[in-house]
Nanobody
Framework: QVQLVESGGGLVQPGSSLRLSCAAS????????MGWFRQAPGKEREFVAA????????TYADSVKGRFTISRDNVKNTVYLQMNSLKPEDTAVYYC?????????????????WGQGTQVTVSS
């Protein structure tokens, strides 16, 4: 069992930055691929970014590539999502998720454990 708790969301203006954190507890954190997803009102949950267990493998949705950076600290059992140049269309609830290391990282169904989500609102 893995417990995930997100933090760092908030209300910011377009062009601003935020850093989301996801603290993990339970089973061995370092053996899991960690992902960030988001869900806007009336829309399906969508993939944002994922990082492999060593931190060497990273993948991003095209919509955030070049603006968002995912990273992890296996000593602190925490994964981060640095979000720069935020846009109104980035407004959503952001979820942290964990899956056993292996093929695939972008499909929500691949992930076994989910946090409760943190709201990010980008508005002037």
């Amino acid at each position: 069992q893995v417990q995930l708790v997100e933090s760092g969301g908030g209300l910011v203006q377009p062009g601003s930055s935020l850093r989301l954190s996801c603290a993990a507890s339970g089973r061995t954190f370092s053996s899991y691929t960690m992902g960030w997803f988001r869900q806007a009102p009336g829309k399906e949950r969508e993939f944002v970014a994922a990082v492999g267990w060593t931190g060497g493998f990273k993948t991003y949705a095209d919509s955030v590539k070049g603006r968002f950076t995912i990273s992890r600290d296996n000593v602190k059992n925490t994964v981060y999502l640095q979000m720069n140049s935020l846009k109104p269309e980035d407004t959503a609830v952001y979820y942290c998720a964990a899956k056993p290391s292996g093929r695939g990282a972008t499909g929500p169904a691949m992930y076994e454990y989910w946090g409760q989500g943190t709201q990010v609102t980008v508005s002037s």
